[in-house]
């Protein structure tokens, strides 16, 4: 935009009256300092070099001001990273300690802990599927009982080290040698006094009313996607052994639907054994192991 002639006369007679330099003014802006070049007409720039230096002077200011926010942008982002670098190896010392823990117990418990065995002498039952299955229950029960305040001594009796189950249990589960469960190749009959064994079998006529430590109960290693009624109990009474059958019906009611099973998977009877043994209530173990899917619920819950 163009000069206008009246205030550029105004604005001499003002700045004439003024003796401005750069020496005795500290002036922070790109806006030239007044002056007069004959001494007597102090010279303005025209208003749009005024203008023109003024929006120099703002994107200057702005530049400035982002190369601050940035260099502080970055200044914080330093400090959170070093925030959660020192989380993190605080949560992996705390996860160390934990699985350190955890082991330890682990190991305490094949010393003085519940005795529960798996029985993996039933492979013949099983399709290779149904094998595979019982690799992972397995696998989940033990990370059941790693997590347990107070882990069980678990046993796999009967579990042959040239069998398929064992190979397959060496392959699937990482590390699985290492595992602290006791292996057996011998069957619990060889293993402990007969009257000390419970066997645990949904078609027991008997009910389990306790957990007893000086027992040790079994827990058949089967999947059996094509129910195989009785084998567990037949087993069982073929040696003389106690058997029993969770208290289900007693602590549960039926869900109004077609089908009801009372035959759990192995992890899910594990889990009911550990959490009956935490709290000697059995609606609150049945509670953790049965799933609603069975078309059984404890019974103050609305059974529609
Ligand atoms: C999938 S079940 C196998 C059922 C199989 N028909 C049998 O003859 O045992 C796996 C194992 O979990 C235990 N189990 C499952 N449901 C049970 C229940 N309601 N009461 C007691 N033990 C049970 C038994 O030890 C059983 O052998």
């Not at 970055?74 to 955890?102: F, G, I, L, P």
Request: with cysteine; proline share 4%; aromatic share 4%.
């Amino acid at each position: 935009m163009e000069d206008d002639g009246v205030s550029n006369v105004k604005d001499s007679v003002l700045m004439s009256e003024i003796t401005c330099s750069d020496e005795n003014i500290s002036n922070t802006s790109t806006e030239p300092v007044c002056t007069t070049i004959d001494g007597n007409k102090p010279k303005r720039p025209p208003r749009s070099e005024r203008k023109r230096q003024r929006h120099e002077e703002l994107l200057l200011r702005r530049k400035e001001e982002r190369k601050r926010k940035k260099i502080e942008r970055k200044q914080r982002m330093k400090e959170e990273d070093n925030d959660s670098n020192n989380e993190r190896s605080d949560d992996r010392r705390v996860t160390q300690q934990m699985k350190e823990a955890r082991r330890s117990r682990c190991k305490q418990a094949l010393i003085d802990g519940q005795k529960i065995c798996i029985d993996c002498s039933l492979e013949q039952y099983m399709s290779e599927k149904e094998r595979g299955k019982l690799i992972m229950q397995i696998n989940r029960l033990y990370g059941s009982n790693l997590r347990a305040d107070n882990p069980a001594h678990i046993y796999l009796t009967g579990l042959k080290k040239d069998s398929s189950l064992y190979e397959e249990c060496v392959k699937k589960m990482d590390g699985f040698e290492n595992y602290l469960i006791d292996s057996k190749e011998e069957h619990h009959t060889e293993l402990f006094p007969l009257d000390k064994i419970v066997c645990l079998s949904p078609d027991s006529p008997n009910l389990l009313t306790d957990i007893d430590s000086d027992k040790i109960y079994i827990i058949g290693g089967l999947v059996d996607e094509n129910i195989k009624q009785h084998v567990t109990q037949t087993r069982a009474t073929e040696h003389g052994l106690t058997t029993a059958r969770l208290p289900i019906e007693e602590n549960m009611i039926k869900l109004q639907q077609s089908s009801h099973s009372k035959i759990l998977a192995v992890n899910q009877v594990f889990d009911i054994l550990m959490k009956y043994k935490e709290t000697k209530d059995w609606k609150q173990a049945l509670s953790v192991g049965v799933p609603r899917r069975k078309g059984y619920v404890i019974e103050q819950e609305d059974p529609t």
